[in-house]
């Protein structure tokens, strides 16, 4: 749940990918109006994981 709404929550890796954007973490949030906002964080798999609780954190932290 973000900002009131329900949302997806996304994680992708790829360790094949470009090391220095390799995973994606990400939100998507669609709203009443048939619009959806998305935040996403992307980075070398290791980076990503280690500011991964500071993504939750700042996404819950959207208010409606």
Known sequence: NVAGAEAAYVDIANPA???TKNRTIGVIVP???RSSFFIKMSGPIAEV???KAEFETFVKSFKK
């Open 31 to 33: 709203m009443k109006n």
């Open 17 to 19: 990918g470009p090391p």
């Open 49 to 51: 994981e280690l500011h």
